[in-house]
């Protein structure tokens, strides 16, 4: 196995028990990064984990929700310490949920919020603290809603917005403190994930979904890859944020 610019590296993914966040942690994998893997679904995170070992890599599990401040602050140390340190976060955990701003419910929203827009400040602030001095690599999955506002989901939008908005408001702060940590986002348009079906949140199946959207979706393995090619860009460059849509999608 040829080596990777990014052997020996130590990551923390967070969503890593499905979706982009699994596609993400098998992609670190191969690319020989020992991998601390949060989430909150215990099963799921140590099926992911198991795949790892067995290839060969190395993998820590830390069950949390990071909507508990104390408890994140706790699985974050607990990882750094596993990991020895940690060169890279990718904040991958969100939710959606189809709640309007003119009638959505109170709890949706607040669950979004402390998920998607304060477990993504938290975590960030947290693993911050255990980068190498000459910098580490924030990559924060954000969302084509966080360029344009889709019809039922004002305040998922809102979310991504924030996400936007704290990847540059964090890169310039370190930026200012000299501080040469790299901080950029993704934006994907629909992924083939469980994401989907939180988002239309009713009562069809997933293939309805799918006739519904009309085309091809993105795959959460072409999203990891695009993470690989922001982490491996040269130290000199910076690509802050990448907007990746499926290729029939018109919005």
Request: hydrophobic share 40%; charged share 20%.
């Amino acid at each position: 196995m040829s080596q990777s610019p990014l052997s020996g590296k130590k990551a923390l993914v967070t969503g890593a028990s499905s979706g982009i966040g699994r596609s993400i942690v098998r992609a670190l994998a191969k690319k020989q990064v020992s991998v601390a893997l949060m989430a909150r679904r215990k099963d799921r995170l140590e099926a992911v984990s198991e795949e790892v070992r067995k290839s060969g890599g190395e993998a820590h599990v830390f069950v949390v929700d990071l909507s508990d401040p104390v408890a994140t602050a706790s699985a974050v140390s607990e990882a750094a310490e596993a990991l020895g340190n940690i060169d890279i976060l990718v904040n991958a955990a969100g939710v959606a949920v189809q709640a309007s701003l003119s009638d959505g419910d109170y709890e949706d929203w607040n669950t979004m919020v402390n998920i998607n827009v304060l477990g993504l400040a938290n975590v960030s602030r947290l693993t911050l603290k255990h980068f190498p001095k000459t910098g580490g690599h924030i990559l924060n999955l954000s969302s084509m809603s966080g360029h344009r506002v889709p019809g039922k989901g004002g305040f998922y939008a809102a979310t991504k917005f924030a996400v936007r908005a704290m990847t540059e408001g964090l890169r310039q702060e370190l930026r200012a403190s000299g501080n040469l940590t790299r901080v950029s986002s993704i934006s994907p348009g629909f992924v083939d994930t469980e994401l989907l079906d939180l988002y239309f949140n009713d009562s069809d199946d997933r293939s309805s979904k799918y006739d519904r959207i009309g085309y091809p979706l993105l795959q959460p393995e072409e999203i990891a890859e695009l993470v690989i090619h922001q982490l491996t860009m040269p130290a000199t460059a910076e690509v802050t944020d990448i907007l990746v849509r499926p290729t029939a999608q018109t919005t």
